[in-house]
């Protein structure tokens, strides 16, 4: 049985920061990329970040270049999202993903139930 269970969301001021977590169990997690994506209220979910089997490769989406750092720790089968000056715009539910081999996407072979990122201003 696969799982992945984010942690780590809350409520915080602008300029804050959070660390997102994601452990993942039932799977050979050193087989499948990890990522992060979000969704906030009334808009579709969007691509945050991703990271490949290694840690060696990652990539960002625009809006959080220089923010936001994925990392993953595959001896304890986790992947991190450090979140640094934190905007209201990235107030969203942040989705843990993982693919067999590749980037995720929104093809992704799994996903996490969801940790909500509140961010006041």
């Known amino acids: 049985q696969v799982q992945l269970v984010e942690s780590g969301g809350g409520l915080v001021q602008a300029g804050g920061s959070l660390r997102l977590s994601c452990a993942a169990s039932g799977l050979t997690f050193t087989s499948y990329g990890m990522g992060w994506f979000r969704q906030a209220p009334g808009k579709e979910r969007e691509f945050v970040a991703a990271i490949n089997i290694s840690g060696g490769s990652t990539t960002y989406a625009d809006s959080v270049k220089g923010r936001f750092t994925i990392s993953r720790d595959n001896a304890k089968n986790t992947m991190y999202l450090q979140m640094n000056s934190l905007k209201p715009e990235d107030t969203a539910v942040y989705y843990c993903?993982?693919?067999?081999?590749?980037?995720?996407?929104?093809?992704?072979?799994?996903w996490g139930q969801g940790t909500q990122v509140t961010v006041s201003s």
């Open positions: 993903a993982a693919r067999y081999r590749f980037y995720p996407s929104t093809r992704s072979d799994y």
